[in-house]
């Protein structure tokens, strides 16, 4: 993948960026990671965020990089809607 360099300084600005453990939500991640901001990665598993970081690299590594589990519930799908 070619790196370009960022022409924005988000350096002291913190980002969340869910579903950011897919593909299109890791390439932004390490978009804002490159622009100096710190990012907060929520995850339902600590698998997935283990996933992120090493896809990341040395940039996954970085305290500016956090994936917490979070423990959300789903929200009730249609049929479960219709049911009540």
């Given amino acids: 993948m070619n790196e370009v360099p ?3 300084d988000l350096s002291g600005r913190r ?3 869910p579903g ?3 593909g299109v939500g890791e ?3 390490r978009a804002y990671l490159d ?3 710190d990012v907060v ?3 339902r598993s600590e698998a997935r965020g283990a996933e992120l970081r090493a896809a ?5 590594t970085s305290p500016c990089c956090t994936c917490p589990r979070t ?4 929200l009730p799908g249609p049929r479960r809607s219709v049911a009540r």
């Fill in 35 to 37: 622009a100096g901001a």
């Fill in 6 to 8: 960022s022409i924005h």
């Fill in 27 to 29: 390439g932004i991640v």
């Fill in 20 to 22: 950011g453990t897919g």
């Fill in 56 to 60: 990341l690299g040395t940039v996954g």
């Fill in 71 to 74: 423990t959300t519930p789903p």
């Fill in 41 to 43: 990665v929520p995850t």
């Fill in 15 to 17: 980002v969340l960026v």
